[in-house]
DNA sequence: TTGTATGCGTTATCAT
DNA sequence: ATGATAACGCATACAA
């Protein structure tokens, strides 16, 4: 046994087995060239000692990290369930890939970001995730210019190393809209997401698209920019029932913040979906919990975690590889609050036990 | 500049001041012991060759890491809010003390966490934080032989280098159900996670202390286990209801079992909080969207998150100090399901506003 | 099939 | 105040 208080190495090994360093350095990476006989010795060996090869080593000699790194920009109070299933793909994904997995997560507010992408530089990440709310534009051009591969969730950023995975909010807006459309609404209103976001602006856009599809004049006054929580929603959404008292439906940007916008709407003593129809976007588990259910635009946190991890593993290993952006189509799920429409079906049927 | 394609090293930092790299390695690591002149030097060549030092030398040379494993064994289906917290508190406390914190993700049911580990030693991590649903008690017995110093989250495992942090569910059961005893009932439902789970044994002992303390005797038919799961907290109170038509009151071990146990009352065609009232545990996002909004016992994900990272630093710091291990106090949050209370206010006053 | 020697990019020890 | 040099634990080209 080796001096107690150190980890064996593969000199340890290789003196009690009898051979030579570079004879366990072909036996633990399978060279296929050491005879039966001296692998079991020091097979054996590696198990008595429990030796466990240094990563540290290893990836210094070998120049590579082996290492992803995870940088999400959190909003106090935002804590969104969807951002986890998205990481649970990330996850799933890299560490099939023999890859670590470096979780960096950073407030908005917190102006050392900077500080995190420094560590992420000097540990030689091999390629980096970047999700939630920039803190902004400067950590787009940090990154380009640092040529890590890189791979944006719902951030349209793209470059020679970098691109993105999202989801199609001009669909996925349109659907929405287009639900209320056909339902017979005509006066519908949109709480956005901040102006500045992208797939705010994207959803806006099928917003607009699904109004002009069917003949409907575009109303500015109609859109509010929320700021992705529940109560800005709440806020948001009580002004446009000042201002438009004959408007029949909502559509929100998120879920969370469609949640809002219902509280606002009972507080103004009207009923959902009977005197104001909601639609939210996102799908997340609360959306099928809040009385009524609501009915909203699906997205897959997990495939696009595994999407994200996917693409940018192939990034890393072809370098010259163009980057390929990827959008995930969405699914309209409907249920209670827009009214009118079929009962969605759970799995358990609940939703349908409880009837509509 | 260096010759393009490869990360510059201390040697091209040296040669190109004209230094020696013991210099540059000094100014590097402050030692203060050099010239004003020549640290001005080697720092702009450092930013003009954009210079980041490797970890991967430093940590080899160094024989530490500066690496944290976080492991965390979820379950399908089970997308707890609340371990996101935890992990935001892990983070922030881990990236202060300059520690990489490596994210690994298993579904339970995969058998290959022995490989998760065996990386995690490989990566010589220095310490490791573990949550979730065991795969069974191997992973006790492989982290505790491996002598690494390891946190658990609301899993009570203490030995030589490895203690937990939890919420105090004995008191915070005691709380729920002696709210419930307090406003009348006696018939007490109790939908529990696995028997096998810790926090189930204790939020059961909690849940018989108040019993006793109130002169209730305990009924073990009104116990069930649940599986932590919506659906399956649907089934066992359906049950519960067939058996016992004067139960008045429901504990749920979860707030997704709450909100699955809800489900079968309405179903039951019973009103809630009239015919039965309902408490949970946890406070998730989604326990104030239901309706009627779920009272429930409140456990603060972050803070603990926080006392688990800062108590694993410790632990590595002081090889010698006995593991402590860390319960936190629980809060009783009353909402609408219960009836009788009073309103919870949740800064926004919206609760308020929508009447009781 | 096995061994020897060199280097990966740092830090640290000892000189100067 | 600065420099030369030996580790750190491993992989690999080359020799035997």
Redesign the interface.
Known sequence: MARSGR?PTIKDIAKAAGVSVSTVSHVLNEYGDISEDTEQRVREVMKELNY?????????VRKR?YILQ?LLF?VEGL?H?F???V??GI??ET?KAGY??????KDVRDKRWRD?L??C????SEGIFVMGTLPGPEVLEEIESSQMPALFIDIPFESRRATYVTSDNIGGAMTATGHLISLGHTSIGLINGHVASSISKQRLLGYKQALEMHGIPFEGGLVRPGDFTE?GA?EVTAGLLDDYPNMTAVFAGSDLMA?GAM?AI??AGLRIPDDIAVIGFDDI??AS???PALSTVKQEGEVMGRKAARELLKLIRYPDRKPCKQVLSTELVIRESCGGGKVYHE??G?EA??GV
Do not use: M, N
């Open positions: 980890e466990h090869p240094s990563a540290l080593a290893r990836r210094l990290s995870l959190s804590k369930p951002f986890y299933e990481i649970c996850s799933a560490e670590d997995l470096v979780l960096s997560i995190s420094k560590r530089y000097e540990s030689r109560e709440r949640i509280k009972r507080e588990e609360s919990y809040v009385r799995g358990s609940a036990a409880l």
